[in-house]
């Protein structure tokens, strides 16, 4: 084997355990945190869906807006003189 590779097994050290208090706390964590997000979710979905359809209404309202811009645009811009 190589040196390098001898040397870097012999500086690591053995895997220690885990107390049981730690892997329960850990354990415990991620699943309340699995829960707030999901209660996080549900509460915001609505809310975002709402948005959505005020920003559609909206996106509606300004393209119709810009139609009859250029309706009158192009009606202003017609003259005998073309």
């Keep these: 084997m190589t040196g390098s590779l ?3 097994r012999s500086i690591m050290a053995p895997p220690v355990a885990v107390s049981p208090l730690i892997k329960t ?4 964590a ?8 999901k209660q996080r979710f549900d509460h915001l979905k609505p809310i975002a869906e709402e948005e959505r359809k ?4 909206e996106k509606k309202l300004r ?3 810009e139609r009859i811009y250029k309706q ?3 009606a202003s811009s017609d003259t005998i003189l073309k």
């Design 6 to 8: 001898c040397l870097s």
């Design 25 to 28: 706390a850990r354990w415990s």
């Design 30 to 37: 991620l699943l309340i945190g699995m829960l707030y997000g």
């Design 54 to 57: 005020v920003e559609e209404a």
């Design 63 to 65: 393209e119709e807006q």
């Design 72 to 74: 009158l645009s192009e």
